[in-house]
């Protein structure tokens, strides 16, 4: 059964140096006040999987967290690249990290592998990418029935998994609205899941009964963060921040500028301060 | 001669992609130019185009652009949203796309593109984001369709590197690979349309956009161009493409910059 935690608990349990680990949301509902928890906790040598790394994997690349990092689209949505992950990848700043890249539709096969339990994932795919020549977990297998050649790639199976979420009830049952992303799959998979969400209420006694969720036992920890996702957005509660997106292209673009920002809004900062960075973004 | 309305080579790009598309297509829809094309034919033309977008948006009609492939807007006015599996797996390699648009880093004559690193992979001079969605919407999509700004940069002899398939070495490079769709049937530029020779593959200029010339073409195309015999000049914008497409622009700038104006609304009360 879920936890209630504090942020501070429920990253200090369930993220240790060395670990796998995904900070999933496919533009939405990403877990900002997760990963800045885990930013100020210090872990390190962390194999950091996601779809779509932005900037919490730039901060965290820049920080010198991660030792790899599995993905598919490394880039500042809408805006452009990752400087952080470049100044990585090009120059080995502030240390090497080793990439493992894949398509979306790989990953996204990948989760949902290691949601239903399976080694690997198949799927129609890569055919002419380059990516097959310089990632060696991308493979191919014969279909046994119609001899068929198909793409295989390993299943994603994370040590721990964040998401954020609108909300949970109770009983610590999570329910996920809007683009919904990878975030079940990426739940499943996992050997625990932390989720941080907007806020709890009594029961989820109104909600359609086909709606993404994910029960109490299902979950390992739960921390209430409003605004938890910022600047990303969550649906129903606040817009999305582009303007934040778009001044992360310059704060990230300089070393110096990178980390004054990041002891400024993450170091001396806490879970409790993404209230108000959401607080004229929230939807009426 | 009546008098027309003044356009960017820009401009005339968007709304040359935009009209290759119809109301019957159901367009698996690249972000950045194709977004603003396949939204501008669904406000003039193709009103009952289906838009989707990778974040699982099936049946979108935002009004404004959207920043990222998942903003609000896009979901909103979805018809319904699925999950990234779904995605990929029911829809794109399903086959009930029918268009696939991307845009490109860099091209090639045979419409393969590289969005991935410039330089060598290991040690690149450039890291760009990668491939995303792309890999499989060039495979997966019934034919592909392609916009980009000319550039040497951009337009090249041969790519860094492949991140989506296009026509490979042209001629039936795809059919070798047992990739059953039509990849690159389309490229539309900010100074021409082209299309693929139908036996070599490789990309030909149908249509000069009004006002160029064949050497403007040339110079800002890193391979010899080979040019149609039946050379066309497409057609300037309308009044109501350019309108069309300038509201949604503004709209979208209002709404993106303006984080502070545009997108924050008042404070919620409850829940």
Redo the contacts between chains.
Sequence with gaps: MAKFLSLSEAVAENLKDGDTVAFEG???LIPHAAAHEAIRQGRKDLTLIR??PDIVYDQMIGRGMAKKVI?????N???G??RR??DA??NGFPQRIEIE?H???AM??A??AGAAGLPCAV?????????KT?NPNIRSITCPFTG??LAAVPSIRPDVTFIHAQKANKRGDVLVE?????Q??AVLAAKRAVVTVE?V?EDFADVHPNA?ILPSWTVTAISVVPGGAHPS?A?G??????????EWDDISADRDRFHAWMEENVMKSSPDDFTGRV?????? | MMTEMSFTSDEMMTIAASRALTNDDVCFVGIGAPSAACNVARLTHAPDITLIYESGTIGTAPDVLPLSIGDGELCDTAVTTVSVPEMFRYWLQGGRISIGFLGAAQLDRFGNINTTVIGDYDKPKTRLPGGGGAPEIATSSGEIYITMKQSLRGMVEKIDFYTSFGHGDGGDHRQRLGITTKGPTLLITDLAVWRPDPVTKEFTVVSLHPGVKKEDVQKTCGWTVTFCDTLEETPAPTELELTTLRDLKARTKAAHEGAGSGNRKGKQTDG
């Design positions: 496919f533009t939405h779809m779509t993905f598919s689209y490394a880039g949505p809408g805006v690249l990752l992950l470049r990848v090009e890249e398509s979306h539709a996204a096969n989760y949902e799927f129609c795919g890569y055919r002419g990418a380059g990516l310089v068929e050649e809007g683009i919904i992303g990878i079940k799959e806020e209420v993404c957005y649906h509660y606040y817009a999305r921040d582009n303007a934040s997106y778009l607080a004229g973004l929230r939807n009426e």
